[in-house]
């Protein structure tokens, strides 16, 4: 489920992926993966019925009314939530069903690798990513600035 090459199988192909639970809000944790992938190249369709639009991408209220495909939807819903998302990511013809962390399922891992989705249940896309394909450093995210200079927000 977890494994190495099957996480980087998935990250390397699935490339459009619907989020579902993607909040608005920038401090939210949904939003900041949304955007470190749509920063890395992937598709982020936004799955939350409260919004219209999300970091500039139109807003689904489900993943049945996105009129793409889709490779991996990506959920940031509580565990009891999983099961129906799990049986529309399979209607919608979609190839991984991930699971963020602190969300695990098991009756949905089992419907969605019943249908051939491969399945990662209480992992981070961010952090995966940054770990298997670099961006992560002592502080554990990439911030892409260089200087001499300490942060006035790290512990003295």
């Known amino acids: 489920m977890s494994d190495i090459q099957t996480l980087r199988r998935v990250l390397r192909d699935c490339r459009t992926v619907a989020i579902v639970g993607l909040?608005?809000?920038?401090?939210?944790?949904?939003?900041?993966?949304?955007?470190?992938?749509?920063?890395?190249?992937?598709k982020v369709i936004p799955v939350n019925p409260k919004y219209s639009e999300i970091l500039?991408?139109?807003?689904?209220?489900?993943?049945?009314?996105?009129?793409?495909?889709?490779?991996?939807?990506?959920?940031?819903?509580?565990?009891?939530?999983?099961?129906?998302?799990?049986?529309?990511?399979i209607a919608i013809g979609a190839k991984a069903l991930w699971l963020q962390i602190g969300v695990v399922n098991d009756e949905a891992r089992q419907i969605a690798e019943a249908a051939g989705l491969t399945v990662i249940m209480d992992r981070?896309?961010?952090?995966?990513?940054?770990?298997?394909?670099?961006?992560?450093?002592?502080?554990?995210?990439?911030?892409?600035v260089i200087s001499s200079r300490r942060p006035n927000w790290i512990p003295h």
């Open 56 to 89: 500039g991408e139109t807003c689904y209220p489900d993943l049945q009314s996105i009129p793409v495909a889709v490779d991996m939807v990506d959920v940031f819903r509580k565990p009891a939530d999983c099961v129906p998302i799990a049986k529309d990511a």
């Open 124 to 144: 981070c896309v961010k952090i995966e990513y940054a770990r298997l394909f670099g961006g992560l450093n002592w502080f554990g995210v990439n911030t892409h």
């Open 23 to 42: 909040s608005a809000d920038w401090f939210r944790p949904s939003n900041f993966v949304a955007k470190y992938l749509q920063e890395h190249g992937y």
